[in-house]
């Protein structure tokens, strides 16, 4: 029962609603002890021959007005009891969405989707009924339960009474025993079903590239490994639930022997009557309830506690990067100075970054280029505050960077990742996603800029074209310049691009930076990118390699070194001329 404890704050919040509920239902329980005692001085009446019609009327008014008070009761009760649980439900759901939203990159990178998701659903669906019907169940088994027992032996005879329920602590030490068993069955289903959840999104994310690769037979065979582990955990789960009602039930039976076998015998005595007898197992079968109860309350309090427990885990992780040592909620400008010794991931024992150095002044450009694991990324994430633990120092307008609220930092930043995310929403939407109340104007600007009005107003539908899960209806250049619009909506002081122009061509490349150029003279912009054209325009540029800054300058300047850049650039140069089918005709250098 400790998961009532752990939902005690809850339940002082919302006090009002299970005291009445409560109440309503130990009012119910009352009303309930009634028809057994009217059944019983009816076949009194009728065994004394002094039952009338009179009489036989006034009871049965007296049933009738029973069981109408019984039922409004009844219906005040459940708007109480699980009107609060629903509540709590939706006040769970509502931290847990809070909390996914607050907690940074590293948390996801430990966490499955679909784990969180299970959380988000089956163990709140749990604790919901551990709220609701396990309140019920609690209250419900100890108030009927007792009040009977009350009424048999106050009313009708103690000693029968007492004889009729020798076996309940047999049946209190079984179904705790069960109880024990269930939380820890339960807990293994509901992780193995997180896993499953995980399985299934990921497997729908990635249809694609199944197909493309054929191997759906691979992922069906997969899938169903995991959906049979499921169900058979939840199969040893059912096993144990399975023992309650029987158990129960054969309980029941034996007390309801005992009370015939001897209660027969107390007739016989005439220490009790013929309807004393019926209304005592007219009561024993009101008993039959709060037992069912009282198992099916271990049932849910297991399950319950199981679920609490791993919400309470996830919402007790504490995001890696907050705003202890913020003092400004102002959004800072594009001044960067940059100092950092050496950063390494906490997984990770060698360093990723190594001596990295720069200045940026507000509205000039930096471009980060450099071979693939070379740290641009992890360099984008550092300046944006994603990541934390850097050996050295990174401020903004002479300010460290962790001065700055978190909401002030991402008030400033546009970022373009190399992963780009659109939701299942309308074309307009998903540009308009920073900036909901941009007017169509500045959405359709926002897209010329990013040059991909051209291609929007192709579409049957226009900026009203519903573009599917993640952008799935769209190439892979249409998305990615979808997401530039996105980020140039909202004006950002500090564009970033991260390898953002990947799956465009270099015409279009071009355009969208020439249109930055025109619109962002006075704002900073850092592009990090594998082809060199898309970073020859910047003010400063830094060629990284395993981590360390190996050549740092403009264009011309990195260009009359006979460096890695000068290498590659003209490398590149050659291979566009030869796939435009070009003349070579002389050096480049």
Known sequence: MRVFLDLWWYFKREKTSYIIGIIMLMIVSILSLLPPYIVGVVVDLMVENNLTVEGLTFWLIILFFVGLAAYIFRYLWRIMIFGASIRLARLLRNQLYEHFTNMSAKFYQRRKTGDLMAHATNDIRAVEQTAGAGVLT????????GFVIITMAVTISWELTLLSLLPLPLLAFLTNFYGSMLHKRFRVAQAAFSSLNDRVQESIAGIRVTKTFGQEKADIAAFQA???DVVKKNLRVSRIDALFDPTITFIIGVSYFLAVYFGAGFVINEDITIGQLTSFTIYLGLLVWPMLAFGWLFNIVER???SYGRISELLAEQAEITDEHADTTKPPSGRFDVEIHSFRYKSEDDPVLNDVRFQLKEGETLGVIGRTGSGKTTLMKLLMREEQGVNGKISLD???IER????ALRTSFGYVPQDQFLFSATIADNIAFAKPNATMQEVIDAAKLACVHEDIVQFQNGYETFVGERGVTLSGGQKQRIA??????????ILMFD???SAVDAKTEESILEALRMKRSERTTIISAHRLSAVKHADVILVLDQGKVVEQGTHESLMKKDGWYREVYNQQQLESIVAEGGDTGGTYG
């Open 138 to 145: 609690l209250v419900d088994s100890l108030t009927l339960g």
């Open 226 to 228: 995991e959906s049979d």
């Open 304 to 306: 319950g506690r199981a």
């Open 398 to 400: 002479y300010r460290s």
């Open 404 to 407: 700055y609220t978190l909401d």
């Open 484 to 493: 530039i619009a996105r980020a140039l909506l909202v004006e950002p002081e």
């Open 499 to 501: 390898d953002s122009l």
